[in-house]
T-cell receptor
Framework: NAGVTQTPKFRVLKTGQSMTLLCAQD?????MYWYRQDPGMGLRLIHY???????AKGEVPDGYNVSRLKKQNFLLGLESAAPSQTSVYFC??????????????FGPGTRLTVL | GQQVMQIPQYQHVQEGEDFTTYCNSS?????IQWYKQRPGGHPVFLIQ?????EVKKQKRLTFQFGEAKKNSSLHITATQTTDVGTYFC????????????FGKGTKLSVIP
């Protein structure tokens, strides 16, 4: 099992450009999450999904869109990148409600710089 | 909104000294989780606490959940260089909540 993978690992964008970050998991997890991590700010939830075809806003959703067309994939889109979106982006997945451990499995991260 | 405060932000210890990080929530939590992130790495799950007053141990690590389920702590006995990293607590507001609210983390440095 590859676990949670993220593509790309690094990316540099110019202000106003768009891009999509891909997260894939092969653990048949129902729930998937996108976080951003900034120095001294911890992990902040951008959007999440509780199943194929569903998405919901997290703490900091502005400027981002997401889609979950397939259970194993969760895409994060930036329509018009801004320097404030420079960050490390982590995807995570979780099995399902009723899983007593409730563990979130994180991907390796995508380091995004917006110039 | 729900806030989870974590202190201290940084901690430098000599190898062999103990280390403790504290987590406080503005609201009662359903459960709390702890994650460790090594430098340049991603967060990795350590443990989940659910019951009021719960104490769990993993080798040199001791985790506690307060009686009011609003605070938690992680204590490491006799730190080693392998303990270096950032430790995050993450609280879940309700049992049915899909979201975790993460503290800002405590970055631990261990001086050999």
């Amino acid at each position: 099992n590859a676990g949670v993978t993220q593509t790309p690992k690094f990316r540099v964008l110019k202000t106003g450009q768009s891009m999509t970050l891909l997260c894939a998991q092969d653990m048949n997890h129902e729930y998937m999450y996108w976080y951003r991590q900034d120095p001294g700010m911890g992990l902040r939830l951008i959007h999440y999904s509780v199943g194929e075809g569903t998405t919901a806003k997290g703490e900091v959703p502005d400027g981002y869109n997401v889609s979950r067309l397939k259970k194993q994939n969760f895409l994060l889109g930036l329509e018009s990148a801004a320097p404030s979106q420079t960050s490390v982006y982590f995807c995570a997945s979780r099995l399902i409600a009723g899983d007593t451990r409730n563990e979130q499995f994180f991907g390796p991260g995508t380091r995004l710089t917006v110039l | 909104g729900q806030q989870v405060m974590q202190i201290p932000q940084y901690q430098h210890v000599q190898e062999g000294e103990d280390f403790t990080t504290y987590c406080n929530s503005s609201t009662t939590l359903s459960n709390i989780q702890w994650y460790k992130q090594r430098p340049g790495g991603h967060p990795v799950f350590l443990i989940q606490l659910v019951k009021s007053g719960e104490v769990k141990k993993q080798k040199r690590l001791t985790f506690q959940f307060g009686e009011a389920k609003k605070n938690s702590s992680l204590h490491i006995t006799a730190t080693q260089t392998t303990d270096v990293g950032t430790y995050f607590c993450a609280g879940r507001l309700g049992a049915g909540s899909y979201q975790l609210t993460f503290g800002k983390g405590t970055k631990l440095s261990v001086i050999p």
